[in-house]
């Protein structure tokens, strides 16, 4: 069981606005620790997606945007697209466990 | 960019070591953090521990002190060894790196370790 709660599965058809959420507690997104999310296409390794709760590395589209509130963080994908399906992980520091978390993650479907 | 590849045995019988070798190439390797990660088939990711370029250390207390991460600059590479593995340690391994701020930039292929007798 995760520390990081993700909804297990979102769909949306092509060119919608889709929402994932990570939620925590108050030893880690609610500590103040950053967020960041990974995007895991089938088969591949995971790829960093958005860092410090709301930036994108280079090469990373704008249509991919993270935000963070309290205990917990979001992340936003606009103009769905065929190869946005993928598995999406949040990550964290938890300072009562003493370690790096990830969440439990959420498979994007593209109807 | 960095690039990272594993390597290592991809069948352990319990109770043995599981050692995993991951060889960086396309930049410095005194200049991150060096991360194992694991998930196990159709489940999610968990971070093992990390290694600095000088030998600092840190691990996930779930592992109850069964890991060893070490770095060889020489090389290029670094290492994990996880004893008395049993099946629940069946997984793929990544290697990763980071600039030690809590992200993970960069991603090997995976190794998939396999523990049974």
């Known amino acids: 069981q995760s520390v990081l709660t993700q909804p297990p599965s979102v769909s949306g058809a092509p060119g919608q606005r889709v929402t994932i959420s990570c939620t925590g507690f108050s030893s880690n997104i609610g500590a103040g620790y950053a967020v960041h999310w990974y995007q895991q296409p089938p088969g591949t390794a995971p790829k960093l997606l958005i860092y410090d709760n709301s930036n994108r590395p280079s090469g990373v589209p704008d249509r991919f945007s993270g935000s963070k509130s309290g205990t917990s963080a979001s992340l936003a994908i606009t103009g769905l697209q065929a190869d946005d399906e993928a598995d999406y992980y949040c990550?964290?520091?938890?300072?009562?466990?003493?370690?790096?978390?990830f969440g439990s993650g959420t498979t994007v479907t593209v109807l | 960019q960095v690039q990272l590849q594993e390597s290592g045995p991809g069948l352990v019988k319990p109770s043995e070591t599981l050692s995993l070798t991951c060889t960086v190439s396309?930049?410095?390797?005194?200049?991150?953090?060096w991360t194992w990660i694991r998930q196990p088939p159709g489940r999610g990711l968990e971070w093992i521990g990390y290694?600095?370029?000088?030998?600092?250390?840190d691990y996930n207390p779930s592992l109850n002190g069964r890991v060893t991460i070490s770095i060889d600059t020489s090389k290029n590479q670094f290492s994990l060894k996880l004893t008395s593995v049993t099946t629940a340690d069946t997984a793929v391994y990544y290697c990763?790196?980071?600039?030690?701020?809590?992200?993970?930039?960069?991603w090997g292929q995976g190794n998939l370790v396999t523990v049974s007798s």
């Open positions: 396309g930049g410095p390797i005194s200049a991150y953090y």
């Open positions: 290694t600095s370029a000088s030998g600092a250390t």
């Open positions: 990550q964290c520091y938890d300072s009562s466990l003493s370690r790096y978390l």
């Open positions: 990763a790196t980071g600039s030690g701020t809590g992200y993970f930039t960069g």
